[in-house]
């Protein structure tokens, strides 16, 4: 623990603040009730540039930790730079070493945009267990896995053209939402399809994103290997951003902007009719996805804990687009 926790305070020291949060990650995985973890999951982020995202780290924290002065004051620190952040113009992504965010620029949403698509929810409910969450997620997957089986090649067919024109309003990709035939001769990694285990959002963006060889995304914690279509996912490709990231949120919104991707919320924190209307859109992208790129590869780590995001934001629009 010493070590990792050693290991993120030179990362952050030396500037690498991306690196940084993932030791910070690995420290909180070895131990959620050190306070160090968090503060330096929360600081990293900070210096990354996502206020956002900071905010919600840092809220995390504080559940875990509720009688820790130190995290206390940090949440009011963020909370404030959070704030101030949204009364300033937008400021252009903080690119990593391992991928260049002008060229992928979904792994960052920008203060402005998460706001715009927000508002907080007071959650009081029962939050289920874990073993109650993959219950009900697989009674519903099940039947769009049978009803992906039947559909079978009349998917090809679909396309833009098929949504509602509320939808289609929501639907903002050049070039996307119609049907694009499978490309050949596709030069496919080597480690194609290969398990990669369970792995951070910020793995996942630096290792898998557009410029790479292999093209990974993530559905509600179920990460795909869509490298057999780099014309979808690839560089200049129509649904370029979504490679390496977590596209979950914009499913469950209709919303496919490039501002949407990793945002992070338990799903199960609302009420049963529209937690179920909502679930059935992402089971039914889910259930496409495997039918089109196979079983999944890895687990995002965000949603192994998935009961201790926050709620989702309030969201009464009629937007999500079921397969």
Avoid at 142 to 150: M, V
Avoid at 181 to 199: E, N, S, Y
Avoid at 252 to 270: W, Y
Avoid at 303 to 323: G, K
Wanted: hydrophobic share 35%.
């Amino acid at each position: 623990m010493e070590k990792v926790l050693h290991r993120g305070s030179e990362l952050y020291s030396t500037g690498e603040f991306c690196y940084a949060e993932l030791s910070y990650d690995k420290a909180i995985e070895l131990d959620p009730l050190d306070w160090r973890g968090h503060f330096g999951k929360v600081v990293s982020v900070q210096a990354q540039g996502k206020p956002f995202k900071a905010f919600q780290a840092c809220r995390r924290g504080v559940e875990k930790l509720p009688d820790d002065t130190t995290m206390k004051e940090l949440e009011a620190s963020v909370r404030d730079a959070y704030q101030a952040s949204k009364s300033r113009p937008a400021e252009p992504a903080v690119a990593t070493t391992a991928m260049e965010a002008s060229d992928c620029p979904g792994s960052i949403a920008s203060p402005e945009a998460i706001e715009a698509a927000t508002a907080p929810r007071n959650f009081t409910g029962r939050v289920p267990t874990k073993e109650e969450r993959v219950e009900r997620k697989e009674m519903m997957l099940d039947i769009f896995r049978e009803q992906w089986a039947r559909i079978g090649k009349a998917k090809e067919s679909m396309g833009y053209a098929d949504y509602s024109k509320e939808q289609q309003q929501m639907l903002k990709i050049e070039g996307g939402h119609r049907p694009m035939a499978r490309p050949d001769g596709v030069a496919l990694p080597k480690d194609f399809r290969d398990p990669i285990g369970t792995v951070t959002s910020e793995h996942l963006t630096k290792y898998y994103n557009c410029n790479c060889k292999r093209l990974l995304i993530s559905i509600h914690g179920d990460i795909f290997d869509v490298s057999d279509r780099p014309d979808k996912y690839g560089t200049n490709a129509p649904y370029y951003y979504f490679a390496g990231c977590d596209i979950t949120w914009g499913l469950v919104t209709g919303n496919d902007t490039d501002q949407i991707v990793n945002m992070f919320f338990d799903l199960f924190k609302m009420d049963e009719a529209e937690m179920s209307k909502k679930m059935q859109c992402l089971c039914s992208w889910t259930g496409f996805y495997e039918f089109e790129y196979g079983k999944r590869v890895g687990r995002l780590a965000e949603f192994e804990a998935e009961h201790e995001l926050p709620a989702p934001p309030v969201h009464n629009a009629e937007e999500c687009v079921v397969q």
